[in-house]
């Protein structure tokens, strides 16, 4: 009876207990709530815009390579993934096996994140995939490429801590991360980078254009949820 009373308590503190939610309504800063500063019972709707990096094609990874080499290439692709969203004051709020979140709060949050996603591609491009090449005898027999896809999408989403102590993690609902998490799961060739319209019309430069030529090609629908959702994409890669 024990395991009883205790799903009937989460069923109490959940389904019968309201959220004491508040909204954010600053536009600058740059922070994103904290999942141990939160309570179980609270919530805070945050503009905000997400960011889904995604690692495509691990299953044939998988296939190629020994499970040793397999670990080490997904941890090159989180942690660079992972360090390049920090350096542009993204917060990384979850990770689902080879994909990783980031949150961009404040007003420039989306030209900060599409940079960060065109780096991610230049660096897995010109950094993560030589090595990983030259490293791994498994990779340049298969001739097994790194490949991924970046979403973003931007919107007013609520954040609740879900979960119990030392078992818990930050929850973002909305159709922003819905909607990011969709793009990131995209593949189109060459074009590695898709924003949701919203995103893509508050971009200024230079996050827009590269000597003059618009980097973004679009619109292209994307159905979610019974609804079409707008995006655009692009190919282009941003050096660090």
Avoid at 7 to 16: C, F, H, L
Avoid at 23 to 43: C, H
Avoid at 99 to 117: E, P
Avoid at 163 to 169: L, W
Wanted: aromatic share 10%; proline share 4%.
């Amino acid at each position: 009876m024990a395991l009883k009373d205790d799903v009937e308590s989460d069923i109490q503190k959940t389904v019968y207990t309201s959220l004491n939610t508040t909204t954010r309504t600053d536009t600058t800063l740059q922070s994103v709530p904290e999942p141990d500063k939160m309570g179980y019972s609270e919530g805070v709707y945050l503009p905000a815009t997400y960011l889904y990096a995604d690692m495509a094609d691990s299953s044939g990874l998988v296939a190629a390579s020994p499970a040793d080499t397999v670990a080490r290439v997904m941890k090159a692709y989180l942690v660079v993934s992972t360090r390049i969203i920090r350096a542009h004051n993204g917060h990384i709020r979850s990770f689902d096996g080879d994909r990783v979140m980031g949150i961009f709060a404040g007003t420039d949050r989306f030209n900060r994140s599409v940079k960060a996603a065109m780096q991610i591609k230049w660096a897995m491009g010109e950094l993560v995939q030589p090595a990983i090449s030259a490293n791994f005898k498994s990779i340049k027999t298969s001739g097994w490429t790194l490949k991924h896809a970046c979403g973003i999408a931007s919107g007013q989403a609520l954040l609740v801590r879900a979960g119990f102590r030392g078992n818990d993690d930050l929850v973002s609902i909305g159709t922003a991360p819905n909607l990011a998490a969709k793009l990131s799961d995209l593949r189109d060739g060459a074009y590695n980078t898709f924003i949701g319209k919203g995103t893509y019309n508050n971009l200024t430069e230079p996050a827009i254009t590269s000597k003059g030529t618009n980097m973004w090609f679009g619109t292209y629908d994307l159905p979610m949820g019974g609804l079409t959702y707008p995006y655009y994409k692009s190919s282009y890669r941003w050096s660090f």
